[in-house]
């Protein structure tokens, strides 16, 4: 099967496609066929078995392992989380920092980081904040003047929400491991459209929750811990973390050492039926490869780029190749053009500088040339000449 076929076939996948102009994947996946496939078989066995539980607990088990493969970690990195949020949380927590330790952060970096991090503030730990203009990127150079002896973490977006911006993460991570900081990365809107290798990248902690790139309904966050980093704690403490939990469902209070492997940040029941259809997702992803829908998707954004250029509507991020992905913010006003992208059956998300677009494996040249050919007639319609957009 060519290139093409795989990707017409992948769009069947995707029922969205027919009813509307689906260019807001940064925002949720729309669920494939693969995935609500599996949902139902959870919900048939369900209701039809009440729940044969150690069958679905192995199959945790087995997504877990699909899971680290997917990042060339191992199963025993990897614990299942609500969200990103929650990942980024729990890093925050169980990184060992004292009163006068500093955090480096971008300014203006997806504000569920920033406040993991902020709320050490009462224990004493300075958040920096690095500026970065949204048409730039993240490298070495950028934090490097804001590293001192009390630094302690780097953390960022691997692709940021609101400009599309691919920071170097290789260039941070060797920074970190030069130095001797942990490197803590949200991953949310990299996962699925960027190969991520945790290992090749350095990443102490990564947090990814499931509901973009990996094409799960929201409820469900993937976070990596390096194996070795044990003296990360956790913040929380279940059954599921204790390294000798009591057999007889007594918690003992002289025992509280945990284990050693990412399972120690996992509590609780987690959510089975979007685990089950991630298993299925990553399948779906991996039967085409991250790499080619990379390629795919930066070859839509090429496309897009041209056209944006001959219409005169510049981005909001960078455009050169590497730094960019499949986020595109166009710079035109949120108030007239969201609205008018909306009643054109097209749908894409307003941001800070303006209209994000964002790729998917599921999207085709037919689909850009569509969005173009509305964007030209808002051009012609709407009152506001685009020349006057940052006026
Ligand atoms: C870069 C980034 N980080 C974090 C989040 C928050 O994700 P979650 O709802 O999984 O916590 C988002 C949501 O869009 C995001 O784009």
């Known amino acids: 099967m060519t290139s093409t076929d795989k990707f017409a076939a992948i769009r069947d996948q995707f029922p969205v496609t027919k009813r509307m102009l689906y260019l807001d994947s940064a925002h949720q996946t729309p669920l494939s066929l693969h995935v609500r496939d599996a949902l139902t078989a959870f919900i048939s066995e369900g209701y ?12 945790v088990e087995q997504t877990r392992a699909n899971v680290a493969q997917f990042f060339n970690a191992s199963s025993s990195e990897i614990a299942f989380v609500k969200n990103t949020s929650e990942g980024l949380n729990i890093a925050a927590n169980a990184v060992p920092l004292t009163a006068g330790d500093n955090v ?96 090749a990248l350095n990443i102490s902690v990564l947090a990814a929750g499931t509901h973009k790139g990996l094409l799960v309904p929201q409820g469900l966050g993937v976070l990596y811990v390096a194996d070795g980093l044990n003296e990360l704690k956790p ?3 279940a059954m599921s973390s204790m390294a000798n939990p009591p ?52 070859a839509l954004g090429d496309r897009l780029l041209g056209h944006l250029d001959a219409l005169g509507i510049a981005v909001v991020g960078p455009r050169e190749a590497g730094r960019r992905n499949h986020i595109y913010v166009l710079q035109l006003p949120v108030e007239q053009w969201a609205d008018y992208f909306s009643r054109n059956n097209v749908r894409v ?36 000449p685009v020349t006057e957009v940052n006026a």
């Open 235 to 237: 913040a929380y403490l």
């Open 48 to 59: 039809e078995t009440a729940g044969p539980k150690p069958v679905w607990l192995r199959r």
């Open 104 to 199: 480096l952060l971008i300014e203006g970096d997806h504000p569920n980081n920033a406040y993991a991090w902020l709320n050490l503030k009462r224990k004493g730990v300075e958040v920096r904040f690095v500026p970065l203009n949204d048409n730039e990127i993240a490298t070495a150079e950028t934090f490097e003047p804001y590293v001192d002896e009390r630094t302690k973490v780097i953390t960022l977006s691997h692709v940021t929400f609101h400009a599309g911006q691919v920071h170097d993460v290789a260039g941070v991570g060797k920074l970190c491991k030069d130095r001797g900081l942990y490197l803590v990365v949200d991953a949310m809107q990299s996962v699925g459209v960027i190969p991520i290798d945790v290992k």
């Open 349 to 384: 998300s307003p941001e800070r500088g303006g209209i994000r677009i964002s790729l998917a494996m599921f999207n085709t040249v037919e689909d850009i040339e569509r969005l173009v050919a509305v964007i030209r007639s808002g051009l012609e319609a709407l009152p506001s």
């Open 247 to 298: 057999a007889d469902y007594i918690a003992r209070a002289d025992d509280l050492a945990v284990r050693d492997d990412a399972l120690r940040f996992e509590y609780g029941n987690v959510n089975l039926p979007d685990l089950h259809a991630l298993d299925a997702a990553i399948n779906l992803i991996q039967d085409v490869g991250v790499a080619e829908i990379q390629k795919h998707v930066m």
